[in-house]
């Protein structure tokens, strides 16, 4: 009895020896190969698989819970062997910490599972040519040479203080800036399948961050997209941006004569974005946006055209309808706010006009239901409804609504509207430049027009109220010196071609028709104002539809096919 007693103890104390020694006989081969093994759980992926890894300092610490990683100063960088058409990483970051790893899941199942993971002061910087360029292999990966984790998975991450810089390849121009991005989350899951699917992020409980800065070249490097102060939180699903800007780094003039054919300058500015009601999970797992509301506030945005510049005739602007059916990003934003904003529309006449011509809208509100691309969501309502308050020329009160359908084939729409009362020499901005023509006085007192349009032609209803409505001609200089010809012209034009009033003092109001082609090459902007034009200018002239159909069918030289 007495041996069997010194057996169970000595048994005990073995197996106690064992428990307790295991994890210092691990420390110790963890400690002395850790740069192979924490380079190798590295490189091993093919992300990073033609790279070399260093580290200052590396800390291991096993026991049966899991295993706490300390490493210091880690330096990622190209290897000299890689490839011209390959992506190249240089990684550096301060501090990275983990604990509760799982070497079971690491060495059976080929997966990172840890229980807490925190990066420090990380700055990444990557070389790349063109995405459409880049060398993806498309036979199967080397499982031997590169094995991508089935999983990664954290409960708690952290990532402080990360900046990130891409440039291209071949001209060393910067194409990516972002600035101190931290974030916080929680329940952080990466697997092989989200990698293979191109749509798809990560899956995560929670998570919440902030980017100082980020900064986008595109455009042959020549605009530039800045977002500062970024947040999102999934916890309230909630998105914001303090500033959003796009800006050219060349002005309009330069910019545009640069360009074989006529193309817009575009800018944006000191434009505050916020997001309510996003699915984060929708997007982070498949890689669809969902939105209940966007709310963009401040927007100034400016556009300039060269029209002396030729148009490119091939180009086929796309609608409403076509330009969501192309986005590969799936997209439902179920209201779009636009509040305070402000837009200029600037033209340079293709002629010898001494500046360009200009108008503006300020005080410019928006509400746009329904952007929607989202097969099932469009299912019950393809409507979009658009409807926009604004001034003209920070006088004239704005109201136009629209209504069109995202599942038409031919684009149907339904576009509706009101100018308040306005000084007409306000508009003379934009006039002379254009036309050559100076309005000497006049009020519009109201403008109402109701169009039903496609992407083929347009027709409706514009009734324009004016009075004491007085023009006069300009000189070929268009300077306002009135010879005797340029003075029969604007006696013939005020008394005969155009009436002063509508209604005339006798009450009879002239109605206006509005009928109008697409000219395919241009923008669903254009076709709207060439829509109403047509109403203003049928008032004017007394043209009726079948007049307006013979003269847009003749200035087409032919015609055209039927309409869907």
Do not use: C
């Amino acid at each position: 009895m007495k041996k069997l007693l010194i057996w169970v103890i000595a048994l005990l104390l073995l197996i106690l020896l064992v428990f307790k020694g295991l994890p210092v006989l691990v420390n110790l081969y963890l400690n002395e190969n850790a740069d192979r093994i924490v380079s190798n759980m590295i490189t091993r992926t093919s992300g990073f698989g033609d790279h070399e890894i260093t580290f200052g300092e590396i800390k291991l610490d096993y026991n049966y819970s899991g295993t706490y990683l300390q490493l210091e100063d880690i330096q990622i960088t190209p290897a000299d062997n890689i490839s011209e058409n390959q992506l190249k990483v240089t990684l550096s970051a301060k501090q990275v910490r983990v604990s509760g790893f799982r070497w079971k899941d690491f060495l059976m199942e080929n997966s990172i599972v840890v229980d807490s993971a925190t990066i420090d002061n990380i700055t990444i910087k990557t070389l790349s040519p063109a995405l459409d360029s880049m060398h993806f292999s498309e036979s199967k990966p080397n499982r031997k040479a590169h094995r991508d984790y089935k999983i990664i998975s954290v409960k708690h991450f952290g990532l402080n203080h990360l900046s990130v810089e891409n440039r291209d390849s071949y001209s060393d121009s910067l194409r990516l800036e972002l600035f101190d991005l931290s974030v916080g989350a929680s329940g952080f899951r990466l697997t092989e399948e989200y990698i293979q699917n191109k749509e798809a992020l990560f899956d995560v409980d929670m998570i919440q961050g902030t980017i100082s800065k980020a900064n986008l070249h595109f455009d042959e490097y020549r605009q530039m997209v800045i977002v500062d102060s970024l947040a999102f939180n999934t916890e309230d699903n909630t998105l914001g941006i303090g500033n959003f800007s796009l800006i050219h780094k060349l002005d309009r003039y330069t910019y545009t004569g640069l360009q074989d054919k006529r193309m817009s300058w575009i800018e944006i500015g000191d434009t505050k974005l916020k997001v309510r009601g996003m699915d984060f999970n929708s997007y982070f797992r498949n890689g669809t946006v969902e939105i209940d509301s966007l709310i963009a506030s401040n927007l100034k945005l400016s556009v300039f055209t060269d029209k002396r510049k030729s148009e490119d005739l091939s180009k086929r602007p796309p609608m409403f309808h076509e330009s969501l059916n192309k986005l590969e990003q799936v997209l439902h934003i179920k209201n779009t706010l636009l509040r305070n904003g402000y837009l200029r529309i600037e033209e340079r006449a293709d002629n010898n006009a001494p500046q360009s011509g200009a108008l503006f809208f300020t005080e410019l509100n928006a509400h746009i239901k329904n952007i929607s691309n989202h097969k099932e969501m469009m299912a019950g309502n393809s409507q979009l409804v658009m409807n926009v308050k604004a001034k003209l020329m920070d006088i004239g009160p704005v109201d136009l609504s629209m209504d069109y359908d995202l599942a038409s084939e031919n684009g149907t729409f339904k576009l509706k509207g009101t100018l308040g009362k306005m000084p007409l020499r306000t508009l003379n901005n934009m006039i002379e430049p254009e036309a050559k023509i100076s309005l000497k006085s006049g009020v519009i007192n109201r403008l109402d027009f109701n169009i039903i349009a496609n992407d083929y032609e347009g027709s409706g209803e514009a009734i324009v109220r004016y009075e004491d409505l007085e023009l006069e001609l300009l000189n070929k200089d268009f300077g306002k010196d009135q010879n005797v010809f340029r003075k029969i012209g604007s006696f013939l034009a005020n008394k005969v071609v155009i009436k002063s009033n509508n209604p005339n003092k006798r009450g009879d109001l002239k109605k206006g028709t509005v009928y109008y082609l697409r000219e395919p090459h241009k923008s669903i902007y254009n076709y709207w104002w060439k829509l109403i034009f047509s109403g203003l200018k049928s008032t004017l002239t007394g043209e009726d539809l079948e007049e307006m159909k013979k003269k847009e069918l003749e200035n087409r030289n032919g015609t055209p096919k039927k309409a869907k």
